[in-house]
């Protein structure tokens, strides 16, 4: 399936740089598509060039001569900017959620052991190992070691606030277990 949609994705990408190139043969020694003055051919490729070039964040400078009558167009249409900017501000939030939407999220429970001597007590009762056990509060008073997740965008993951729940055993003999549920 993969292999379906990279193909579909490059064969509309072939078909709208050659429209681009169509245009761009098109437009050679012309300032308008559609004669010697500005027709409503002109506007309604504006507005398809002006979503290939905010909302897809599309090059146009290979094409010199679609770069020049978009620009001229802009400068020559006073009412460009407020004809365009809130359809296609309303399309960018929409790709963006609709990006949003479609992000990873992984849940994980991590934990974490090692021992801190500085947290060892005496226990004289010889059988019997204390436990202290505690939450967030006691994560953020003492050390802990450092973990690099890549792509993380929580840089660091247990020293957050109390949004995922955590469990804190320190035991008398230093030794420490943090678990925590982590959302990426």
Known sequence: MPNEYSASRSDTFVELTDSLTFLEIFLINKDYVAGDTLTIADISLLANVTLLEIAVEFDLSSYPNIWGWFNRLRRELTYYDRLTKVAHDEHREHIKS???????????????EWFD???AVNNTKANKVL???GGQW???RIWTPSLHIPNNKQPDILQTGDQNPVLTHIQSDGKVLVSKRLLF
């Open 117 to 119: 001597e500085r947290l």
């Open 98 to 112: 609709v990006r949003d939407a479609h992000e990873e999220c992984i849940q994980l429970l991590m934990r974490f």
């Open 131 to 133: 436990v202290l056990e």
């Open 138 to 140: 006691h994560v953020n």
